[in-house]
């Protein structure tokens, strides 16, 4: 509790997928590729005692096509560029923390037709147990 959880997706796992159809009929060959490229990390704590990193719990791609950033010592007075910090414990319970990956999803077909289609929004509920710890500065 109080203490920000960074969070981050490395490019391996997070990366563009393409699908394509393709149809053969006498005299037709008509053919489509759909492609689906991550664009955000959308973090919601499930509870409203927590902040998240950033403030709109959206985590945008690095340039290198990962999400966030990995805790390493000596950052444990920085702000995770992507994160969750809790502010209270969930007591004898859980939290749901929700993580929805947007997509971009766009076509292109045969003689150049193409265009964009809505983003698709994928995610999944994790139950996250906060505890809260005492300790004595002096």
Known sequence: MNLPTWAWLDKAVFDEVQATAAINVPGFNIQATTTAKPVALKLEPGTEDAQTYPASGECTINADGSIGEPYAKGKANETPPCGIKYL???????FKLQATITWEIAWTGTGGAGGDLPNGTFGN???????EIQAVNR
């Open 88 to 94: 209270r414990s969930s007591g004898d319970g859980t």
């Open 125 to 131: 509920d994790q139950a996250v147990t906060v505890q």
